[in-house]
């Protein structure tokens, strides 16, 4: 069974740019999660996504945004960035159970 | 509000040695508390759900509602433990994790 995936791995912008970070869940899978994971603040949930709506955000600003394809799959938009966009983002998806997501390796986003 | 607390950032035993990993919690509604673990250059992943009650690799994690807690146990690490474990509350109907900023656990030869 493949895995999480995501691209880019690696991700380098410059403030005031915008990011796309894309998703594809284990196949099967309806729900993606996102995740950022910033030097010292541990995982922080940004969005859910399921059956191509946004069902819940974490407490991010509106320039984080996001949307889910028929097939699944998911982009994760960062606009007007910022330098303390500079994360891991991760990607998880889930089946029927929420708890038991699986992780993709995430994108290493850095802005200049 | 909800919250998971990992009071270590770093915990390093010798191998052979027990192994606690602490998780505190606070929330209001009925708790679900998961550990998972990221190794070295592998993706995170779940260990143990305190609902199933089962012990993965030697470890045990007992929920504990009197003293909000949900500490990560084994009898005798081995140095294949060696990984970063995070504590993770599921919070009801809003289907998201929040997570404890993490512990890196270092096994000792």
Same mark, same amino acid.
Not at chain 1, 10 to 35: D, E, F, M, N
Not at chain 1, 53 to 62: L, Q, V
Not at chain 2, 25 to 33: I, K, T, W
């Given at each position: 069974?493949?895995?999480?995936?995501?691209?880019?791995?690696?991700?380098?912008?410059?403030?005031?740019?915008?990011?796309?970070?894309?998703?594809?869940?284990?196949?099967?899978?309806?729900?993606?999660?996102?995740?950022?994971?910033?030097?010292?603040?541990?995982?922080?949930?940004?969005?859910?996504?399921?059956?191509?709506?946004?069902?819940?955000?974490?407490?991010?600003?509106?320039?984080?945004?996001?949307?889910?394809?028929?097939?699944?799959?998911?982009?994760?938009?960062?606009?007007?960035?910022?330098?303390?966009?500079?994360?891991?983002?991760?990607?998880?998806?889930?089946?029927?159970?929420?708890?038991?997501?699986?992780?993709?390796?995430?994108?290493?986003?850095?802005?200049? | 509000?909800?919250?998971?607390?990992?009071?270590?950032?770093?915990?390093?035993?010798? #191998? /052979?040695?027990?192994?606690? %990993?602490?998780?505190?919690?606070?929330?209001?509604?009925?708790?679900?508390? =998961?550990?998972?673990?990221?190794?070295?250059?592998?993706?995170?992943?779940?260990?143990?759900?305190?609902?199933?009650?089962?012990?993965? #690799? /030697?470890?045990?994690?007992? %929920?504990?509602?009197?003293?909000?807690?949900?500490?990560?146990?084994?009898? =005798?690490?081995?140095?294949?433990?060696?990984?970063?474990?995070?504590?993770?509350?599921?919070?009801?109907?809003?289907?998201?994790?929040?997570? /404890?900023?993490?512990?890196? %656990?270092?096994?000792?030869?």
């Amino acid at each position: 069974e493949a895995g999480v995936t995501q691209s880019p791995t690696h991700l380098i912008k410059t403030r005031g740019q915008q990011a796309t970070l894309r998703c594809s869940p284990i196949s099967g899978h309806t729900s993606v999660y996102w995740y950022q994971q910033a030097l010292g603040l541990g995982l922080q949930f940004l969005l859910w996504y399921d059956e191509g709506e946004e069902r819940n955000r974490g407490n991010f600003p509106p320039r984080f945004s996001g949307r889910q394809f028929p097939n699944y799959s998911s982009e994760l938009n960062v606009n007007a960035l910022e330098l303390e966009d500079s994360a891991l983002y991760l990607c998880a998806s889930s089946s029927y159970r929420p708890y038991e997501q699986y992780f993709g390796p995430g994108t290493r986003l850095t802005v200049t | 509000a909800q919250r998971v607390t990992q009071p270590e950032k770093l915990l390093s035993v010798f #191998k /052979g040695a027990p192994v606690e %990993l602490k998780c505190n919690y606070s929330y209001s509604g009925s708790p679900e508390l =998961f550990w998972y673990v990221q190794y070295s250059r592998q993706r995170l992943q779940l260990l143990l759900r305190h609902i199933s009650r089962e012990s993965i #690799k /030697g470890f045990t994690a007992d %929920l504990n509602k009197g003293e909000t807690s949900f500490h990560l146990k084994k009898p =005798f690490a081995q140095e294949e433990d060696s990984a970063m474990y995070y504590c993770a509350l599921s919070i009801q109907g809003a289907q998201k994790l929040v997570f /404890g900023q993490g512990t890196r %656990l270092t096994i000792n030869p």
